[in-house]
């Protein structure tokens, strides 16, 4: 059998994680570690089999003699003994009908026992035809309860859950790394949100290009950290990963990828507004066809001479050809760039990470920081960073282990040894 990846040994202890999580008490703080290992091991540069084959697990942080060994199994078997010996504690499909609130362990292995229900799906086509009633333990009111909460789940279900940047961002990565190997990829890219850098994310939104879309569809569809397929078609789909984020993912050929792009990545209201100004402008802008084409005929040419398509090589273009501004997909939110691009009002650029001369908020091991002080300045350092601020707790936030008056004098004393040895400014 082929050996599993590094997505799929992430999704089996993520399983492991949830089941553990289910079990409560003790194995609580077991389900935290393996929730660590799963997304270092989804997070691992290069060939985990290298890693396994040098026996070098451990020197990934988080991963510990024990997880390493399931890892193993895991790779070269496709499972491994505490997986195996979870599932055979619960009933099959425990992790979906669990999220529904009041439906505890042992009622689930009553339905699935007496129905074989192993979804919610299928948990509320027995309810709906009063096959639930007559389990015993339940009755018509459970029966009923269990329609209500189905419904509340799938209400909930539809709100969508937004991610911070950089767990969005870390989250991304390992799809658009999975999304790389598809045979026929020819360019990937983030849109919507994230490539807008928003605080937070609620859908990470994807475009992705080929000669055969719907290849690149059915091949994301195989991610093994999907847990749900919202909504798919030949060439785009929707899904939520095990973490809980959705991703969106719109596979086009590749002459239509700059306009994918940019219609993805704007904000609605952005987007529209292009949308209008390019109609006034006597072009054709479409996001079904993804094409760019002049509407109006010329004087003297007829209309089908006159709605040829312009040629959209990349995502930049379209801006100049609606006589604006390239606008940054940073600013694409319809809150003043439209007009400033328009009038060529825009900045020439914005503030880049080369642009972050220091930092001015850092903690230590004097508080609740995890380095010390020269850590923190060798890592800014080698950052390029040219100051760093430290900012550890007073005494007042006693539960962060503030400092009092004898230990913030010897930070200082440490601070002031640390400057000895870099060249980064120490402030305090």
Sequence with gaps: MDKLDKFAIAAALQEISSLLELKGGVSRYKARAYQTGARAIAAVAGDIGRLIQDNRLTSIPGIGNALASQIKQLHSTGSCSVLEGLRKEFPQGILELSRLPGLSVAKIAKLHEALGVTSIAELQAAAEAGRVRNVKGFGAKTEQRLLELIADHDRDHKTEKRFHIHHAERIGDQVLSYLQAAPGLREVNFAGSLRRWKETVGTIRIVASSNRPEAL???????????????????????????????SLRAVQPNQFALALFWETGSEAHVNKLHGIASRQGLDLNRQSLKLKINRAKKGKSLASGRRPLEIRNESDVYPLLHMQYVPPELREDEGEVEAAVNRRLPEDLVALADIQGMVHCHTTYSDGKNSIEEMARAAEAMGMKYLTITDHSPTAFYAGGLKLDRLQRQWEEIGETQEKVKIKLLK
């Excluded at 195989?222 to 991703?247: N, Y």
């Design 217 to 247: 569809v059915e091949h994301f569809l195989r991610f093994p950290l999907i847990v749900k397929v919202e909504d798919q078609t030949d060439t785009s789909c929707s899904v939520q990963l095990a973490e809980g984020a959705r991703v």
